[in-house]
């Protein structure tokens, strides 16, 4: 069939090879080439229409979820006494991490009795802030003191006449952490942990530490001759004792 061949002339074609000597053959094999081309043509030219509560086939896609990037929250910790350093992930997005917590309150034990406790997370998210607060999210903090057992805290109390260690100390319910961070002086250190009012915040200018706490919202020095500074909102407290 001759390549420029035009659709609208395939009756004319038809029609002489019909007419012509080898018409019988030849017409029924032009005939079914026709008929092909003419579907094929016809199918290609029309466009297929939806009827109403007709669905059409659609290609499936792949839904994939975005990956949540869950925050991790870290803690860097040298402990003053053991000597040990610690970096640790404590709670990633809103999860804390079991594993995290368990090296915290191993690495805040008692190295005097080498007794562990179960710190309150607060604390946790208290040096954190704090840490923020001071410009250095990624700094270490010296731990000068974490939990202490009652047989300790009360030979801290009666090894001086006054050492700023109190009878009902936050230390001993793990709620506490006497803290430097190097670079920083223990009067900014101060400032910054009594700006969250987060808990309470010691005061050791001679020893050069300051204590926070995740217990009630107070604040007391120590120091300048062993003399105990407390506020008028702290004495409120003192049925409970300092809590250092």
């Not at 499936?60 to 053991?82: D, W």
């Not at 999860?95 to 915290?104: C, D, T």
């Not at 300790?152 to 230390?171: C, D, K, P, Y």
């Amino acid at each position: 069939m001759p390549p420029n061949l035009r659709f609208g002339e395939l009756p004319l074609l038809l029609s002489t090879i019909r007419s012509s000597v080898f018409a019988p053959k030849v017409f029924r094999r032009v005939a079914l080439g026709v008929a092909a081309l003419t579907f094929t043509f016809v199918a290609v030219r029309t466009p297929v229409r939806a009827e109403a509560g007709d669905s059409l086939p659609t290609v499936g896609i792949a839904h994939v979820a975005p990956t949540e990037v869950k925050e991790s929250y870290v803690l860097r910790l040298r402990h003053l006494h053991t000597g040990e350093a610690l970096n640790v992930v404590y709670r990633q997005g809103t999860e804390y991490s079991a594993e995290g917590i368990a090296k915290l309150n191993t690495f805040l034990r008692d190295h005097r009795t080498m007794d562990t406790a179960n710190y309150d997370p607060a604390e946790f998210e208290l040096l954190h802030k704090l840490m923020a607060k001071l410009g250095r999210p990624n700094g270490e903090i010296d731990i000068v003191c974490g939990y202490r057992t009652p047989e300790t805290n009360h030979m801290l109390r009666t090894r001086a006449a006054l050492t700023g260690v109190a009878e009902h100390s936050q230390h001993m319910l793990s709620k506490a952490i006497d803290i430097r961070v190097p670079g920083i002086s223990t009067r900014a250190l101060r400032d910054a942990a009594l700006s969250l009012g987060l808990g309470g915040v010691g005061y050791y200018p001679i020893s050069q530490f300051v204590h926070v706490d995740v217990g009630p919202v107070r604040q007391w020095s120590f120091g300048g001759g062993g003399t105990l500074l407390a506020r008028a909102h702290h004495k409120r407290h003192k049925g409970r004792g300092r809590n250092a």
